[in-house]
């Protein structure tokens, strides 16, 4: 899980802008001096800071072999905070783009078999997953399910595969994926990694409950409902590095608390998606409320993300 923070900040050009589907636009994004940009694996995702002060996360989904160019696609999410609407009113061909990345909470484990289930737009970490699955000669298939055709992207390149590896679920013509069917029964030896709409990833987590733990691999593209917090009050966060105790009160994040005491932090989505804030825990027992880390990644307490997740014990001491 723990991402590397060799992350860099680039300024890359929007070489070409093109329908990708009904809603979706795909950007390629190049270095203006033709520079070769940084290297990824399948599962990473960039943030694009938009010049509106936005941030936001996109899975990279082209070649990880093209060191030449990154592609995202954007889906226009009507009911959204703005950021997609941004990319498709504003972003224009030629225009140049802050990036951030690339960061990979969603990696591809080496495994003889894969289940690949996307949904809608979460098809965009699973195409370079496919690829690389096929490559490595592992046996996969994928199951991608959609409102319509017209609105499912990179169907072209997936109409190229064989046989019954791919399986199309167009929600008009065929009704949902029978999620019951394709993970009814744990395999032995497969994987299953799944990304697309909240209600799609709980009910693959349901179908995969009685998988080997570590089986499932998600990625969420909006937070986790969470209830209440564990620890109601304030709590204390001592930060190891700085030499600094601050006080967190219950209205506020740790995020907010440590940035108003002049510790620079980097952080990007605020809700738990995206694992800029990633801070490694010395002491204490954390309440997670991230979407990111595994119950078994939880359980070691040994890291946190400080925007979202809190302290289930009065004091917590950080590496920062």
Known sequence: ??????????????????DGAEGVVVLELRDPGGAELPAWGPGAHVDLNLGNGMTRQYSLCGDPADRSTWRVAVLREPDGRGG?????????????????????????VPAPRYVFVAGGIGITPILPMVAAADAAGAAWELHYGGRSRRSMAFLESLEEATGTTVTLHPQDEVGLIDLPAVLGT?????????CGPEPLLQAVEQQCAAWPEGSLHVERFSPKEFGEPVFHDSFEVELATSG????VPPDRSILEVVEDAGVPVLSSCTEGTCGTCETPVLEGEVDHRDSLLTPAEQAANDTMFICVSRAACPRLVLEL
């Open 84 to 108: 997609s609407a941004y990319v498709h009113e504003a972003v224009r061909e030629g225009d140049t783009v802050d990036v951030r990345g690339p960061r990979n909470h969603f990696p591809l």
């Open 244 to 247: 600094l105790t601050l006080t």
């Open 1 to 18: 899980m723990h991402s590397t923070h060799d992350e860099v900040d680039l300024r890359l050009q929007v070489a070409s802008r093109t």
């Open 186 to 194: 744990p395999q032995e030896g497969t994987l299953v990694y799944c």
